[in-house]
């Protein structure tokens, strides 16, 4: 029987897994409708977002006035981890949200919440864009340089502790961090991994709480920015392209579909005009005072 490498199984058990637990694909086909839909009510529906890079497309789509373009009252919330996204979603408290891609898979299994508790997965938002940082002591390890960051946290660990965070556990960057240990030849038995909100990485590095953490842009740039840390691998060094963050739903509005397929085409809107240089620096002000 042909071998399955460690990055084949990811990549084969994530899209297996989406396809369970994403919505209709219906939904996605009627996108391209130009028919605006979404609903006439004027119930406010409740997005949430974590301050990152990538909560890009959920944020200008209101700023743009997309939401309202389509015919749906939204109003976009700034969250404080995805530990409280994922209590909102199941709660009923925020109808959607930026969400980690592998959040909804899991707390159904179990690992990030209560098993068998459905976030049924809208369309992918962004790909990519995520990485791990190194504190300043680390150095000299470099860029992508595997043996040399093995030998520099063994001599660590042969005299203390050595701690290294992820912002939700079995989320993506609970991946990309343990699937880079074991790729270096840590024995993930012997170091702390340990769960920190995005916006609260580079203040943990700041005070020594961690070694090492993986997060979202912009909070690897602010570690280096801040002479705390640097960059020391991408997450598509370990998979190009790989799905990051993606609209996830409460299960209830999700069957409310002229109001999901206004949010997602309200938000693909928004990403074509994200996708034109001219429009970043806009984008970037926003998003910035967004996450103040």
Avoid at 8 to 34: D, N, Q, R
Avoid at 72 to 93: C, F, H, M, Q, Y
Avoid at 192 to 202: N, S, Y
Avoid at 254 to 272: F, G
Wanted: charged share 20%.
């Amino acid at each position: 029987m042909k071998s399955v490498t460690r990055r084949e199984f990811l990549k084969k058990s994530s899209m297996a897994g989406a396809a369970a637990l994403m919505v209709p694909s219906a939904f996605l086909a009627a996108c391209g409708s130009t028919n605006s839909g979404g609903s006439s009510n004027s119930d406010v529906i409740k997005i949430g977002f974590i301050p990152l890079t990538d909560c890009a497309s959920v944020v200008m789509a209101k700023e743009l006035g997309l939401y309202e373009k389509y015919g749906v009252n939204v109003e976009v919330t700034k969250e404080a981890s995805w530990a409280s996204v994922r209590d909102k979603l199941l709660s009923g408290d925020l109808d959607a949200a930026h969400c980690l891609f592998g959040m909804p898979f899991s707390v159904y299994t179990g690992v990030g919440g209560s098993v068998g508790s459905e976030l049924p997965i809208a369309m992918m938002i962004n790909a990519n864009g995520q990485g791990i940082s190194l504190s300043s002591d680390f150095c000299h390890v470099g860029f992508g340089d595997i043996k040399a960051a093995k030998t520099a946290i063994e001599q660590e660990m042969a005299q203390r502790e050595v701690t290294f965070a992820m912002t939700f556990p079995g989320g993506t960057h609970d991946l990309w961090l343990r699937y880079w240990l074991g790729a270096v030849g840590i024995d993930q038995s012997q170091a702390q991994i340990i769960t920190v909100p995005p916006p609260q990485m580079v203040s943990n590095m700041q005070v020594g709480n961690m070694d090492g953490f993986c997060v979202g842009e912009p909070w690897n740039g602010v570690a280096v920015r801040d002479d705390l840390g640097f960059t020391h691998l991408s997450s598509q060094d370990i998979w190009k392209d790989h799905p990051e963050k993606a609209l996830v739903l409460n299960k209830n509005f999700s069957e409310k579909t002229d109001e999901v397929k206004a949010i997602m085409k309200a938000i693909l809107v928004a990403s074509q005009w994200l996708d034109d240089m001219n429009n970043r620096k806009e984008a970037a002000e926003v998003i910035g005072h967004q996450a103040t």
